[in-house]
């Protein structure tokens, strides 16, 4: 295994902080934002075990945007704990309140299988290290997405605020500008990649004969 430089180290010590310090401030939101606590947690253990990339995003805006849409919710989240508490406020409704935290607990769900799937090739900034088309990547070319939109709508629901719509919309732009950036990327690294983008959906899983999967070869995305 190669030697870890120090901004390995740094990003592993990052992460698990900004993990732990979201779950002090807002215990009661966990299981809306537990799916990006848990990215944060594997990318963190993801720096001392990752690959080497191939080739990393040189564009700003396209780094930009990936760290918006890494941590906007999270800084969101904590600004309105302390200032602005009732941006927060619980829905009065039990029943879109339950939908809500369904949502969450399936979106944190396939989060972790498709984080799981993608455990040596995170980063935050899009880069090209390996392929996967396994697990929920047989469906989805972004189920770790699908997964965050799917815990946030949940948040959404349970808390329909204007601020947290707001900050929805914001993250919904900015992951949509990761991925161009991303598939740009994995598609100049891996020519198999063109291949399967034409086959698997981005976001809404699609079913496919489990033939058209069959490669070995590893994909991923860098998150």
């Given amino acids: 295994m190669r030697a870890r430089r120090a901004s390995d180290w740094l990003g592993f ?8 310090v979201t779950v ?7 299981v809306f934002i537990l799916p990006p606590i848990v990215h944060m947690v594997f990318a963190a253990g993801s720096f001392l075990i990752r690959d080497e990339p191939q080739r990393v995003e040189q564009n700003l805006i396209g780094r930009a945007v990936s760290y918006v849409g890494a941590f906007g919710m999270f800084a969101f989240v904590l600004v309105a704990s ?5 941006w927060l406020t619980m829905t009065a409704s039990l029943s879109l309140s339950m939908v ?9 769900s396939l989060e ?3 984080i799981w799937h993608l455990k040596f090739a995170f980063a935050t900034e899009p880069a090209a290290r390996r392929l996967v088309t396994t697990g929920p990547y047989r469906w ?4 770790i997405y699908s997964g965050g939109c799917m815990a946030y709508v949940g948040l959404l629901m349970t808390r329909p605020t204007l601020p947290i ?8 732009i900015c992951m949509r500008m990761r991925m161009h950036y991303e598939e740009a990327i994995l598609s100049s690294v891996f020519p198999a990649y063109v291949d399967y983008r034409q086959r698997v959906s981005a976001i809404i899983p699609g079913f496919y004969p489990s033939s058209t ?5 590893s994909i991923s995305t860098g998150i």
């Fill in 100 to 108: 809500g935290v369904l949502l969450g607990v399936l979106g944190l």
């Fill in 82 to 86: 302390i200032l602005k508490p009732e």
């Fill in 112 to 114: 972790i299988w498709a």
């Fill in 165 to 172: 719509a707001m900050a929805f919309i914001v993250w919904a």
């Fill in 140 to 143: 989805s070319r972004h189920p």
């Fill in 13 to 20: 010590i990052g992460h698990l902080a900004i993990a732990a």
């Fill in 213 to 217: 999967h069959s490669t070995t070869t």
């Fill in 24 to 30: 002090v401030r807002t215990p009661s939101l966990t």
